[in-house]
């Protein structure tokens, strides 16, 4: 695969630009969203939504924006998209979009979509922006995904709210405390460089 | 009283970075260095003092009143960027030793989601002007907190022999879960907040 074909740009948000594990980017809802496995896919599809949307409209009209205002006509066409995400979650999920709370709309913020959009979006193609988006909209979500598996089982021993572990199994309430996500987070980074070491 | 219990609350109990998980990246980027983490936290601090106060007026001197509640996140992030941009600039023309002290960490405030996390939730919690203003204030001070803290820690771990696989981003995390736990000792000293 090589650079600037679809498949690559497609494959490098996975696991060789991964925004979190390797760029450090979003860590923000990565952190607080991810004590369970069903809120951090619900995080992860949000922000799939909102980077595609936005790296659409923004690729298509890169030429129209002058350089000098491109910052604040970033934020205002991602801003746009996160209120109807949250508009959206509030009606037909209530109780996500409760539990998820200030970081719907703090999407806006998150530093992987204004990334992609000043490093990807405004210098290609429609449809390169578009593969780019999703490539890096899931890998966001897997390590989000994983993130939440992990600090769920052992802080509640549940998966997507049903029992895994039997009941000889203590959770470890810290596990889905702020310390906890900061340590899973710390020991994933870690294993990541370790693994790419090792290839 | 009150405003005192808002002030502890967000500087020890529910500290922004530590808790809430608000301004990670500036949190993980800039503690490298005691000094330029002195210099994040008092622009992080002035820009939040400034937020609180407008953004509460135009939620509730426009927004309300004219029925745009839709237009709250367009509208508050608008603001932070221009009031980043403002205070750049009336600070480069009457203070100029702070502007240069400050620098480089003035642009980067506009996407720390400090700020606008800060907006969102004093605007959730229904605060009158006074409270928005003292819970702006007390949120930078706890950045300011953790990030200095941080970047003592940082600097001693310079000597420190850390596995390789976990050096730079994997140790700094760790260091902050262990951080995270310290403060949850101030947990339970106020309830709510």
Known sequence: ?199 | MSLFIIIIATVLVNNFVLSYFLGICPFLGVSGKASSAIGMGFAVTFVMTFTAAITWLIKYKILIPFHLPFLEYVSFILIIASLVQFVEMFLKKSVPGLYRALGIYLPLITTNCAILGMALLGSLRNYNFIENLVFGFGAGIGFTLALVIMAGIREELEFADVPKPLQGAGITLILAGLLALAFMGFSGMISGG
């Not at chain 1, 996160?82 to 009606?91: E, G, P, Q, R, S």
């Not at chain 1, 996500?96 to 290609?124: D, H, M």
């Not at chain 1, 598996?149 to 709210?161: A, D, H, Q, S, V």
Request: aromatic letters at 10%.
């Open chain 1, 1 to 199: 695969m090589k650079k600037g074909s679809a498949s690559y740009e497609f494959v490098k948000g996975l696991w060789k630009e991964n925004p979190v594990l390797v760029m450090l980017l979003g860590m923000c809802p990565t952190l607080a969203v991810s004590n369970s496995a069903i809120n951090g896919i619900a995080m992860g599809l949000a922000v799939i939504f909102v980077l595609v949307m936005s790296s659409l409209i923004i690729s298509a009209i890169r030429k129209l924006i002058p350089s000098e205002v491109r910052i604040p006509s970033f934020i205002v066409v991602i801003a746009t998209f996160v209120t109807m995400t949250d508009l959206f979650f509030k009606a037909r999920y209530p109780d996500i979009s409760k539990a998820l709370g200030p970081f719907i709309p703090l999407i806006i913020v998150n530093c992987i979509i204004l990334a992609r959009q000043e490093a990807f979006a405004s210098k290609n193609s429609v449809g390169l922006s578009l593969v780019d988006a999703i490539g890096m909209g899931l890998g966001f979500t897997w390590v989000l995904f994983l993130l939440g598996t992990i600090r769920e089982i052992l802080g509640f021993g549940t998966w997507f709210g049903h029992p895994v572990l039997g009941g000889w199994f203590h959770p470890l309430i810290v596990m889905i405390l702020p310390p906890g996500a900061f340590i899973t987070l710390g020991v994933l980074v870690g294993l990541k460089n370790m693994i790419k070491k090792e290839s």
